[in-house]
């Protein structure tokens, strides 16, 4: 039998009619009867999986060519994807230092300018002046401009983190390719 072929509900429909003339069509022994045709007449579901024959060539063709294809790129690239990862394993194992004095910090001599700044304006000017206000506003960016900083060595240390698992992914995704070309399967060059 061929898979997802049309029931054959000939003999139900003969034994329905056969019940329709012995009890009548509205009998129950008929009604039942006509149950079990209208069943297996429902559950074709032939139509849904008809495939011709040159579409599924022309798809395990295509599923092959691809297949060989990200074979060859893997097999040429094997060797650089275990230098990436080894190197980003090394670089990671490396302690992040973040250098002083690239940006100032909370004790930068250019923060507390600007803070002293900001007292004087609010002193000779006024709380609520564009002069006091814009002072503040340079103390909060300076003061801000440093947390920026320390946020910056998690992202390069998750970015690492995401390279290796990257090339672990590469290195299985070969390793089943390797698997199919010595297990003889369809996919094997």
Known sequence: MILFERPDSSAAVAHALEMSKKFGPTSKEAASAWDIVEELD????????????????????????????????????????KKIKTL??????????????????ADSPELKKALTEAKEATENHGPGSKEAIQAWMTVEEIASSDQ???????????????TIEACEALEEINRIVDLQKFEGSRYGG
């Open 148 to 162: 920026s900083e320390a946020s910056a060595g998690n992202l390069d240390e998750e970015c690492f983190i995401q």
């Open 88 to 105: 980003a394993q090394e670089i990671q194992a490396i302690k992040f230092v973040k250098p002083q004095g690239g940006k100032p910090g």
């Open 42 to 81: 429902s559950s074709d579901n032939s139509a849904a999986f008809k495939e011709s024959a040159e579409s599924r060539v022309k798809y395990d063709k295509e599923f092959d060519d691809k297949f060989k294809l990200l074979a060859n790129i893997l097999a040429e690239n094997q060797d650089k994807v």
